[in-house]
């Protein structure tokens, strides 16, 4: 399986960005797909994650009210839409997926099977 991340950049405090990701390759039993980031000197942190069997989808508490998060099922693609960003936000984001039922607990998005190369997203004030 293969992730394709795209849509990072610069924008001030306040805005808005879309990231979106594309999965490709054995796609055909992933059942889960998210995104975690790290910024610089932090851990990785848990952004969101949907699960296609149920369309249950979790939110980071860093992100809840402000990121929201789809999906096409059909295509394999998730796009994550984040709005109100803050500085907090810059970081470097990570596509990730697998094949398990659940979205992992406690937002442990990075311990998904498949990662993306990230996409940067700046806040700036």
């Known amino acids: 399986v293969q992730l394709q991340a795209s849509g990072g950049g610069l924008v001030q405090a306040g805005g808005s960005l879309r990231l979106s990701c594309a999965a490709s390759g054995s796609i055909f039993s992933i059942n889960i797909m998210g995104w975690f980031r790290q910024a610089p000197g932090k851990e990785r942190e848990g952004v969101s994650c949907?699960?296609?069997?149920?369309?249950?989808?979790y939110y980071g508490e860093a992100v809840k009210g402000r990121f929201t998060l789809f999906r096409d099922n059909v295509k394999k693609t998730i796009d994550l839409r984040m709005d109100n960003l803050k500085i907090e936000d810059t970081a470097v984001y990570y596509c990730?997926?697998?094949?398990?039922?659940?979205?992992?607990?406690?937002?442990?998005?990075?311990?998904?099977?498949?990662r993306g190369k990230g996409t940067q997203v700046t806040v700036s004030s």
């Open positions: 949907i699960n296609s069997r149920d369309g249950n989808t």
């Open positions: 990730a997926t697998d094949h398990t039922s659940h979205c992992p607990p406690a937002g442990d998005y990075d311990g998904m099977r498949y």
